[in-house]
């Protein structure tokens, strides 16, 4: 499965000591690639008990400006699973629905919005408000014939 987005995984006890340790982790992934990246950033349960997210990066538009440093890392990867299930009209709707900052306060939110789609409308050759007008005004001429 092809990688949507990473986030940059920091080591926050080692952060909070003045080293930066981390590593990228790709989104879809596995529980084992989790625990091996945490492994090797030193997040051992015992002694660094906790990470956070330095930063993400990948090729869904506006995902990253309603994703912090404290996400669930299993939430994100059923956030990418789903994603990753989408077609390309499809992820362009949810790219759309998602600049519009409705329902986008947690990935939970963000989840929802993928799973319900179809509660939106979503028109790619519209620009602007002369370009949406045009679209209504032809949609109804076609309605009364």
Known sequence: MASLFEAYITNLGKYNEGELVGETLEFPTSPQEVQTLLKHIGVDGIRYEEFFITSFD??????????????????????????????QGELEKFEAVLHTGAHTSSVADIINLTQNLDCFEFYPDIENEEDLGRYWAEDCKRQIR
């Open 58 to 87: 990948g090729d869904v538009l506006g995902l990253y400006d309603y994703l912090g440093e404290y996400e669930n890392l299993d939430e994100l990867n059923h956030l990418a699973c789903l994603l990753s299930e989408l077609d």
